[in-house]
């Protein structure tokens, strides 16, 4: 089991950038394609992005594509989300979430683990 804490999160204005961090242990982080995910107020859980186990592959949502930007450093066992361009409608608590596979699948189900998320508020 991997244990998944994010920081990074706070409040910003509109057209501001934030990185989130998310700090892996246990589980073999390496091995594994990361991704991030959001829930907004009174709105199911949605995918972000994903990073396959390498790096050498990403996926976004069509809403964060082009502002967006995932990554890893596998020495250090983190994944970040570079977050530019930030707009009200980004408002919400950030998931980082391990998959079962090391490829990036953007199915919720396909992620295994999941930390306790981070506020991200934009104001306008």
């Known amino acids: 089991q991997v244990q998944l804490v994010e920081s990074g999160g706070g409040l910003v204005q509109a057209g501001d950038s934030l990185r989130l961090s998310c700090a892996a242990s246990g589980r073999t982080f390496s091995s594994y394609a990361m991704g991030w995910f959001r829930q907004a107020p009174g709105k199911e859980r949605e995918f972000v992005a994903a990073?396959?186990?390498?790096?050498?592959?990403?996926v976004y949502a069509d809403s964060v594509k082009d502002r967006f930007t995932i990554s890893r450093d596998n020495a250090k066992n983190t994944v970040y989300l570079q977050m530019n361009s930030l707009k009200p409608e980004d408002t919400a608590v950030y998931y980082c979430a391990q998959s079962k596979f090391p490829i990036v699948v953007r199915t919720t189900a396909t992620f295994a683990s999941w930390g306790q998320g981070t506020q991200v508020t934009v104001s306008s």
């Open positions: 990073i396959s186990w390498s790096g050498g592959s990403t």
